[in-house]
């Protein structure tokens, strides 16, 4: 599957290949795809769940990525495995005597991504395994700014910006070690000068600003929410998805490969 990026928190769907058991089906969370699926054939000796153990071999076909800590990534994990628990898609049907576990749980995954709080998330929906991948019904399509994805996840470097030191690299001290925030007006105190500046990806655009004080600029006209879903870049005028921009700042906005770390926590403060 690649190299492992830094950062990274997913929701996976399992299908199980065994003849034996074909047709079984397994949610989980993981920090490390490549990893989790050797575990989960290898048994629950090698760190595998106990609900997959001894029933594989297992295929990790689908996975969603581009959630802000694992406290939401496991959220999800958790009502996507019980939909009927979760007050959220109180709305979705039980499964049909004639519906697959598997699509099934496409179908609850396809209303789990247009309601909240997940609806408003930069996540990526990806097919690992293109044999499995089947479109989402035309009224159950994701998000606008929620990309579909194919192949496995790779890690991606991401070059660094002008003004921008490397991690550990002695700085000046404050936000001025990168810059600054040019956003003053909306900038919060105490911000993890260690982070690297969130830019812009159009050419020749200024920005460089903290994500949470860029994210509170975009929430000017939806002051009640606590996520963006895009807004007008300050430097340059244009009209961005908060989600390609996250994705740039992680080095991957052409590949759509990695996702980010927990800026939303600093929304909250």
């Known amino acids: 599957?690649?190299?492992?990026?830094?950062?990274?928190?997913?929701?996976?769907l399992l299908f199980c290949t065994n003849p034996r058991y074909r047709g079984r089906v397994y949610v989980g969370f993981t920090v490390a795809p490549q990893r989790r699926i050797g575990q989960h054939n290898a048994g629950k000796r090698r760190g595998g769940a106990w609900k997959t153990?001894?029933?594989?071999?297992?295929?990790?076909?689908?996975i969603i990525h581009g959630f802000p800590s694992d406290v939401a990534a496991l959220q999800f994990e958790w009502a996507w495995q019980h939909p009927h628990t979760s007050r959220r898609l109180c709305h979705v049907s039980r499964r049909a005597r004639r519906e697959t576990r598997f699509d099934f749980h496409l179908r609850v995954l396809a209303h789990m991504l247009r309601v909240a709080p997940w609806c408003r998330l930069p996540l990526t929906v990806r097919w690992l395994e293109?044999?499995?991948?089947?479109d989402f019904p035309p009224a159950l399509q994701p998000p606008?700014?929620?990309?579909?994805?194919?192949?496995?996840?790779?890690?991606?470097?991401r070059a660094r910006g002008p003004g921008e030191r490397e991690q550990g690299e002695p700085g000046e001290g404050g936000a001025g070690a990168w810059g600054g925030c040019t956003l003053p007006h909306v900038c919060l105190p105490l911000q993890d000068v260690d982070d690297p500046p969130l830019r812009c990806f159009q050419p020749g655009c200024p920005l460089a600003a903290h994500?949470?004080?860029?994210?509170?600029?975009?929430?000017?006209?939806?002051?009640?929410q606590l996520l963006p879903v895009e807004g007008h870049c300050p430097g340059c005028k244009n009209l961005l998805l908060?989600?390609?921009?996250?994705?740039?700042?992680?080095?991957?906005y052409g590949d759509l490969e990695e996702v980010p770390g927990h800026w939303t926590e600093e929304l909250q403060s």
């Open 211 to 224: 994500p949470a004080c860029l994210a509170r600029e975009f929430l000017r006209e939806e002051p009640e």
């Open 53 to 62: 153990s001894g029933r594989g071999p297992w295929e990790m076909v689908l």
């Open 130 to 134: 293109p044999g499995y991948r089947q």
């Open 1 to 12: 599957m690649g190299v492992e990026p830094r950062g990274f928190f997913g929701v996976y």
């Open 242 to 252: 908060w989600g390609d921009l996250i994705r740039y700042h992680q080095g991957c």
């Open 144 to 157: 606008l700014h929620m990309p579909l994805a194919f192949g496995q996840v790779r890690a991606l470097g």
